[in-house]
Structure formats: C-alpha cells, structure tokens
C-alpha cells in the first residue's frame, strides 16, 4: 500500500476554531449560572444581514483574560424578509434577486435582535454594551457609497429594538464608559484612530473606499485574529485573512518594523467578488434546493470534516467536474478600468494608483457564467452519486481559495511570516480546510504550514467584538492582538505617540 493511503491519517490536522459557550460558574447542585452574569464582560451584538443569511450573535469578551465567547446566534435566511409594500422604495438586492427596501431591513433587524436577546435572557439597553452592523448585500449597488445607505437601514432596526444610540458609537473619552469598563479600558492613554486588531484601514487617494464590502473586510480580518486565539497559531501582522461568504471579501496586511514609529500595519491587499455563490449555483443545477434562492448550506451544511477517503475510482471524474467548473471562474487582480467585479462595486484605479492589489473572483463576467455552473450541477446530479456533487463543491472552493492565495504570492504580499486565515461557509464547511492546508503545504510557503493557518466560523461577530473594543480601547497587553508575529504588544508604543 503506498505512503501516500498513510499519510492522510498522519498528517496535521487543520485548526478550525468553533464558537465555544461562555464559562459558567456552579452555585449548589445543578444551579449554573453563566460567567457574563457575575464577572466583567463586554458584550456585542453583531447584526449582520448578508445575502444568503441574516444574523444577530451575541459575543461576550472576558475582560480579565480577553478571551471571545459566543453567547448566543439566531439566524435566518435573507430571502424570506418580507415582499416589499406598496409606497416603500426598492434600494437594492440580494444576489439571488430579493428585493430589499429600508423599511423591510430595518423590521428584520429589530426582530433578530430582540429575539437574540430574548432567548439569550439579556436586557438590550442595560446588559449590551455596543452593537456593529455590517452587510455583505452589495452586488446590486451603484457604487461602494451607497452601501451607507444599507447600514443606516441597519442602525435604524438597531435602534427601534431599543439599543441606545451611544452603543453604536465610539465614546468620547474614559468618563463616558460604562463603569465596569472604566478599570480596562485605555482611553485616557491612547486615541482610537481608526485601526482595529493593529491595522490601518485603505484609504485612496480621494479618500473614498475601494471595495463595497471594506467593512465586512475589516471585521473578517479581525474576527481571524480573534478566533486564532484559540489555536497555538500566533497570528498577527502580516497576514492573509479571506472571508468566503456568499460574496468574497477580505485583507492583506504588511509587515511591520520593530522600530517603525507608527506600530499600526497598512492593508495592501483587498479581495472581492464571488465566493459561495459559486457553489450555490452549482448546488441550484441539481433541482435538490429552490432554483433562484437555495444555497449548499440547504444540503451539506456548514460544519466542517476531517478524515476519511473518497473513492479513487472517482477522482477522475471528480477532477475532470472541478476543472470544467474553473474555466468559467476568472481569479486575478482587478483591472483598473473595472468599477464592478463579480457585481461588487469597485474602485479599482484608486486601489490601483494607492498600490493596493486588489484581487478578483468572478464567474464569467459580472456573474453571466453562473448558469454554466448551474448546467454542470445539473449534470452531476443525473450522472452520479450526492458524494460526488459534495466532493466537486469542496474542491472547486479549495481551488478558488488557492488561487486567491497564488495570486497574492505573485505579488509579493505573503512573507515567510504572514499567516492565512479563513471564515465563511464556503471555506470552513465540509473538508475545505483539509484540502485547502493540503494546498499551502504543497506550495513550500512556510516551514511549518500549520503553525500558519486557520480556520474560524463566525468571524464577522468576533471581528464585531473586536471592533467594539478597539472603539473602547479595551486591549489586553498581555493577550495583543495587535503588532507583529512574535513581537510584544504595541500598547506602549501607541501611548507614547499619544503623548
């Protein structure tokens, strides 16, 4: 038997992050009391309506270690939020076509919100500390500004579900937090200047942003760096960090010198585009989920799986799937001349003219490929086995995801000690993360590939939590997230600036 059957079973397993509950203390037999309940913690509510789902999670930060919890999720699909009424105004879409006006948004998000809150027996105006809103829903937009317009819909639910508006804002000085932040809170040392989790955001040169999606960006990048805490990976600057949600969004950060005056790392690379509606569509072909609206979330899940064969006798025929599927995929760097790429709105000269890479997946152009995918679902439904159809998925996505990775390696953005990070479904489901560290071991970028890549669900929300205590100065010099790999925290040197 060859040494390639054992080494399946020997080699390292991929860190994959999963959301662990909030500690509890014991009080007499069977009286658990959770720990947020007792000792300080920060809690977030993340709103995040994105294209296929909409979430509210509630993430509580232990102030005494710095350690993120999943509190509560409560889920549901973007597609059943209400048909628009008569006398609202149709703002935008989905990708698969639903139709979204202000008001609508804003009743999802209250009733999300209030029943996250309500099932996790938390008061929303005394027990909530802040609240981030973000969303992925940008295909239909005109432009990345428009996008403002979708977050006001979001703030607006925020607010009819009763968050005070001072929790969605940073806070003016130390005096003005709530008083069991006052003892962890930096506020009176540094000031909050934008950067979350130690990186400086894009800016170009009009000052307008480059990608649609940048927030959701932002918060993937920091929720990555979160969930790694978890793992014996120490992943901080420079990084990779590629959010695979239905759209594609994500970040890469630079390196940065010990002795740099300014500790933050800049972002010189951005992602966008098409990610899992990728597979959604090939998913559609099949007549097994709803034509317009179904995911492959509705058939395989989202929890991920390690070990195992698949039949060789297969392989061929899966290979053959995955390659007919790549040639409608088109991955490489935006051309300047494009203001959309995968229906993402885009800046692409600015990022362009700043010498930031911005880097593409589409299927065809502007998605008019989709339908080819769809044909080859179709296809594979008919002629094989639901394993089959699984294994394409996983792997056409593990060649999307490594090809990102090739492309940022030609442009000189992965250094011997960045680390790659992923989140979202069609990255973290079934056994991507297997295949797609199998990938990155291939390709020699790190003596030890594992101790420099990770796995996370649930970025958004941690990256929400993240954000709330970056806007709160809430940083855990013993615990940084910030600064570079194997370097100290940048506390002091940011209150040395500050000064």
């Not at 079973?9 to 309940?37: D, L, Q, W």
């Amino acid at each position: 038997m060859s040494a390639g059957f054992f080494s399946r079973f020997t080699r390292p397993k991929p860190h994959i992050v999963e959301s662990p509950p909030p500690p509890s203390i014991t009080h007499g037999a069977g009286m658990n009391v959770p720990e947020y309940k007792n000792k300080p913690y920060f809690i977030v509510g993340s709103v995040e309506m994105g294209n296929t789902t909409t979430k509210c999670i509630l993430t509580g930060v232990s102030l005494d270690t710095g350690m993120s919890y999943v509190i509560n999720k409560t889920v549901s699909m973007s597609r059943d939020i209400r048909p628009p009424k008569p006398g609202e105004t149709i703002f935008g879409a989905t990708l698969d076509g639903t139709e979204l006006t202000r008001e609508a948004v804003t009743e999802l998000v209250r009733d999300t919100l209030l029943k996250c809150h309500r099932d996790a027996h938390l008061d929303i105006k005394n027990e909530l500390d802040f609240v981030v809103r973000s969303t992925g829903v940008v295909a239909e937009m005109d432009s990345p500004d428009q996008v403002g317009d979708f977050v006001i819909s979001l703030a607006n639910g925020c607010l009819v579900a009763g968050v005070p508006p001072r929790k969605m804002t940073p806070p003016m000085s130390k005096e003005n937090q709530a008083q069991k932040l006052q003892p962890y809170s930096f506020a009176d040392k540094v000031v909050f200047v934008g950067a979350v989790a130690g990186v400086i955001p894009p800016v170009g040169s009009t000052g307008v942003e480059m990608v649609a999606n940048e927030m959701e960006g932002e918060l993937a990048m920091a929720g990555i760096k979160e969930g790694a805490k978890w793992t014996p990976v120490d992943f901080r600057n420079p990084c990779v960090t590629i959010d695979f949600g239905t759209t594609l969004d994500g970040r890469i950060t630079s390196d940065v010198a010990p002795d740099a005056e300014n500790p933050f790392a800049k972002t010189v690379g951005n992602f966008c585009g098409l990610a899992g509606a990728i597979p959604d569509a090939i998913v559609r072909g099949t007549g097994l989920v709803h034509q317009r609206t179904g995911t492959a979330l509705d058939i395989f899940g989202e929890h991920s799986i390690t070990g195992g064969l698949f039949s060789r006798s297969n392989r061929r025929i899966v290979d053959e799937l995955v390659d007919r599927c790549h040639e409608h995929i088109d991955i490489r760097i935006v051309p300047p001349e494009r203001d959309r790429f995968g229906r993402v709105p885009v800046n692409a000269r600015v990022a362009y003219e700043s010498g930031v890479a911005m880097i593409g997946c589409d299927c065809g152009e502007n998605s008019s490929d989709l339908p080819k995918l769809v044909e080859i679902g179709a296809e594979i439904h008919k002629n094989h086995s639901l394993a089959t159809l699984n294994e394409v998925v996983d792997l056409v996505c593990t060649r999307m995801a490594l090809r990102l990775i090739d492309i940022a390696v030609e442009q000189g953005l992965v250094l011997k000690n960045s680390s790659i990070g992923f989140t979202g479904r069609a990255a973290i489901s079934g056994r991507k993360p297997e295949y797609i560290l199998e990938g990155i071991t291939e390709r020699n970028l790190f003596d030890n590939p594992n101790d420099h890549v990770v796995f996370v669900d649930d970025g958004l929300a941690r990256g929400a939590a993240l954000m709330g205590r970056c806007m709160n100065s809430l940083g855990k010099p013993k615990n940084p997230i910030g600064g570079i790999r194997g370097g100290p925290c940048i506390m002091s040197r940011r209150i040395k600036i500050g000064k």
